[in-house]
C-alpha cells in the first residue's frame, strides 16, 4: 500500500516520512501538524488568526525565518512566541531559544504550515522596507 510504498521510498532519500507523505498529497499539511503536535505537546495554530508583532520580528535574521521557516509572533514579560513548521529542526529550535534567553524569556513553540509561515516572512520583509526600523 502507500504506506509500504513511502517507507521504501524514505530509506533510499533519507526525506522525512510526514514530509513525503503530504508532498504525495497522501496526507494534508495541516493534518500532519495537528498529528505532530498532539504527539510533542506543541499546539498548532493558523496564522491569519495571530496577531503578529512586526516590530519583534524585524529583530530577527531573516536567514533564520526563511531558511528554517520559523517566525516569532508575540513577547511579553515571560515568554517568547514562535511558529514554526518543523519542530524536528534542532538548530532552528535552539536559535529561538537563545533570542528568547537573550530577552530573558522562555521560548514557546507553535506549529504553523510552511506556506503560511513564508508569507508571513515575505509580510515582514515588506514591513521593514515600509517602516525601517531606528539604529540601534
Known amino acids: 500500500?502507500?504506506?509500504?510504498?513511502?517507507?521504501?521510498?524514505?530509506?533510499s532519500t533519507g526525506e522525512l516520512l510526514g514530509t513525503m507523505l503530504v508532498r504525495k498529497g497522501w496526507v494534508k499539511e495541516v493534518d500532519l501538524l495537528h498529528v505532530l503536535g498532539e504527539q510533542m505537546g506543541i499546539p498548532y495554530v493558523a496564522l491569519a488568526d495571530q496577531a503578529v508583532d512586526w516590530t519583534l520580528a524585524s529583530r530577527f535574521s531573516a536567514a533564520l525565518l526563511t531558511d528554517h521557516l520559523c517566525f516569532p509572533l508575540h513577547m511579553d514579560d515571560e515568554s517568547l512566541i514562535a511558529a514554526i513548521a518543523d519542530p524536528l529542526?534542532?538548530?532552528?529550535?535552539?536559535?529561538l531559544g537563545k533570542e528568547a534567553s537573550r530577552r530573558g524569556r522562555k521560548l514557546h513553540l507553535v506549529l504553523a504550515r510552511a506556506a503560511e509561515i513564508r508569507a508571513a516572512v515575505a509580510q515582514a520583509k515588506q514591513q521593514a522596507i515600509q517602516s525601517p526600523r531606528p539604529p540601534v
Open 1 to 11: 500500500g502507500q504506506l509500504e510504498h513511502a517507507l521504501l521510498e524514505q530509506r
Open 89 to 95: 529542526d534542532a538548530w532552528a529550535v535552539s536559535e
